[in-house]
């Protein structure tokens, strides 16, 4: 009786630690994005450099990098609100890319390349 006790035990243990690591895992950063969201990251790049804002743009993300989970769960949340003033859809599509960890920097990536003086003169 014991051992069917244990084997039990040992059973359900393995599963809940099978289970507990893949409850926090993330994508991969190296896959790639679909073609609607690049277009969507070089329209928000072309709006900033547009502006003249990418200096402050690109200190704003790098500082807000690491939270960018939680902004796009704001998005989520806020969308009913931002429909008045949004596209809804761009709105989720947003809020998706925000939670990959690797949009912020690749989106960096695209407004000092536009930013750029060899960029600016492609346009």
């Known amino acids: 009786m014991r051992s069917f006790f244990s084997q039990n035990v040992t059973g359900k243990l393995t599963k ?20 609607e969201d690049v277009q969507l990251l070089e329209r928000i790049a072309e709006v900033i450099v547009k502006r003249r804002m990418a200096a402050p743009a690109t200190m704003f993300l790098e500082s ?3 939270m960018n989970f939680l902004g796009s769960q704001a998005l ?3 969308t009913p609100i931002l429909d008045c003033a949004f596209n809804t859809k761009e709105v989720e599509q947003v809020a998706r890319l925000l939670e990959r960890r690797d949009t912020v920097t690749r989106l960096i990536a695209i407004i000092e390349a536009k930013s750029s003086p060899q960029g600016a003169t492609a346009q």
Do not use: Y
């Open 16 to 35: 809940v630690r099978a289970g507990l690591r893949r409850a926090f895992a993330v994508q991969p950063e190296n896959q790639p994005l679909a073609d």
């Open 64 to 66: 807000m990098g690491p």
């Open 76 to 78: 989520h949340f806020l």
